[in-house]
């Protein structure tokens, strides 16, 4: 494999909201309160507004003469369709949407508003073009062909997926087809069994898939926001059965969806039932210590348990530690913090008390909005105005199996990213001690995404200088999702890598070398140093004290 020089580009996720924007939510009022803000700008500066409207006249002017200034980015498919280009009225429809979009962008640059407000009118603002979108409508040149090969018939379907949308969807379009995937049948469906069970969790123990296998097991949590089978979807990207088939001894906590009677469960909590869990699984393989790994929230609550035994002095029991997309620093340069104001965060929390929970749909909203072209408009297109029925995608299938979280967890998080307080020592407190993650020293290993706009690829990177030990750091060219779902054999699968991690994420970046393929063999070959002898493979499950129980995937998962 060849290593080649990184792009002198430093990719940035353009996003304006990422996970703090999802936890904290994002309230209707402190949109209005943008789109007033700009309106009495507006009035206030009518000389500033009277040239950007003469200046668009003039650019509708060039358009309607048969004129194409713009086009659109190549990343945008809603324009794909060789009408948008050929035909003289949609043509001029395209150059006149493209032409609103930069003059207000260039209104907003060029306003008296400050920094903070001005990355909020261009978030407003980017919602509003993104609705406004001539593709959104029944004149869709791909709508109106399909009207017309379908006799009609795309009207009517479409009207009742909309109407079946309102009724049970929120409102929103589906992304998936629902009637497609059973779990256990077509997703997480490698045979293991449930070993362990307490009030927050069950622990599944894999079957082994080698002749032979290393004798320190690992441990996987998943992030309490989603279930564990994005671990573990279909076999050709299943996490899962790379890991078992190259002798892994494989462990998975599946957490328990909680509701209103669970909201005093909050991260010590979790931080508790992983220790316990972690115990079982030294128990069954008779190893002294574990390999843990986490994803998103899950890597936040193994860093807390490994500084909770730090502060015990028992960080014997693990031996390495592998983050993916976990954010430990919270810090964000991203205009999604300025709706996360005190009286937001504030309000947030009340809610989710009186609640007891915060809904898994109500954050599955907000990630929706993130990228509303890719996860609302596509599929208000294909569902509503082609009346076709969603897509049957794995990975969009276990995005809408939505978990909750109990309301002490959701504070907790909330106080997480508006404190920061892993940055520093005593920060934070779980299970009654003090954490310092500098004093934390087994081996990390580190992945982040490149488009990743939930957790930004500098805030996971920055996040990896928290800890103390040997770090590894790979930055993937992927988003949020992709890049844990990184198999071998994907085309256009690359990662970046740096042995050497500086204090500024750029210029990390600038000195990495590009590799191509999968970062899974690079973590392969890191862990494998990190398991053990090999032996031959024990096919039981379980042991006398810890027997096996239900098959996986287990009972939590399955419950809404």
Request: net charge neutral; with cysteine; proline share 7%.
């Amino acid at each position: 494999m060849k290593d080649k020089p990184a792009k002198p580009g430093v990719p940035t996720p353009a996003a304006y909201l990422n996970v703090r924007s999802a936890i904290s939510g994002l309230r209707g009022r402190d949109l209005l309160s943008t789109v007033h803000q700009l309106g009495r700008h507006g009035l206030r500066h009518p000389l500033h507004t009277a040239r950007h409207l003469l200046a668009l006249g003039g650019q509708l002017g060039r358009v309607m003469l048969g004129d194409t200034p713009y086009q659109p980015s190549p990343r945008d498919t809603r324009f794909n369709d060789p009408a948008w280009q050929l035909n003289p009225l949609y043509r001029r429809g395209l150059q006149a949407y493209l032409a609103w979009q930069q003059q207000t962008c260039q209104w907003i640059d060029e306003s008296q508003l400050d920094d903070d407000d001005r990355a909020r009118a261009h978030f407003v603002f980017s919602l509003l073009n993104d609705a406004m979108s001539p593709s959104n409508t029944l004149l869709n040149p791909a709508a109106v062909k399909e009207l017309l090969n379908s006799g009609g018939l795309s009207l009517v379907r479409g009207l009742n997926h909309l109407l079946d949308d309102l009724r049970h969807n929120d409102g929103l379009p589906r992304q998936v087809n629902p009637d497609a995937f059973e779990v256990g049948r077509n997703l997480a469906s490698t045979a293991g069994a449930v070993v362990f069970r307490n009030e927050l969790l069950e622990l599944i123990q894999y079957r082994p898939m080698s002749e032979k296998q290393y004798a320190r097991p690992l441990l996987v949590v998943p992030p309490q926001i989603n279930k564990f089978y994005i671990f573990d979807l279909s076999p050709t990207n299943s996490f899962v059965q790379y890991a078992l088939k190259n002798g892994l001894k494989t462990f998975m906590i599946s957490w328990r969806n909680p509701d209103a009677r669970h909201r005093e469960w909050g991260l010590s909590s979790y931080v508790a039932a992983v220790e316990e869990a972690m115990n079982v699984c030294r128990s069954i393989t008779g190893s002294r210590d574990v390999n843990l790994l986490g994803a998103c929230a899950g890597g936040l609550t193994i860093a807390a348990l490994q500084g909770h035994l730090q502060a015990k002095r028992q960080m014997r029991r693990v031996h390495s530690a592998t983050y993916l997309v976990s954010l430990l620093d919270s810090q964000f340069d991203s205009p999604a913090s300025l709706f996360a104001d005190e009286q937001t965060l504030e309000a947030a929390k009340r809610r989710s008390y009186q609640q007891g929970v915060l809904e898994g749909r109500e954050m599955a909203r907000v990630f929706a909005w993130m990228r509303p072209n890719d996860l609302i408009w596509n599929y208000f297109v294909n569902n509503y105005l082609l009346g076709k029925a969603p897509p049957a995608f794995d990975i969009l299938y276990w995005n809408n199996d939505n978990s909750r979280l109990p309301a002490a967890l959701h504070g907790d998080l909330l106080d997480f990213f508006k404190f920061n307080p892993l940055t520093h020592a005593d920060g934070l407190e779980v299970c009654g001690t003090p954490i310092d993650l500098h004093k934390v020293t087994v081996d990390s290993f580190h992945v982040a995404g490149s488009n990743d706009h939930i957790t930004p690829w500098d805030a996971v990177y920055r996040s990896a200088l928290l800890l103390g030990g040997e770090r590894r750091f790979v930055l993937a060219n992927s988003g949020h999702v992709q890049s844990i779902l990184n198999p071998p054999g994907h085309p256009k699968a690359h990662f970046v890598e740096n042995p050497r991690l500086s204090s500024d994420p750029r210029a990390w970046y600038h000195d990495a070398q590009k590799v191509e393929g999968s970062w899974w063999p690079q973590w392969l070959d890191w862990i494998q140093a990190r398991s053990g002898a090999q032996r031959e493979t024990r096919l039981s499950l379980g042991s006398a004290n810890y027997p096996p129980m239900d098959p996986a995937p287990g009972t939590y998962v399955l419950v809404r």
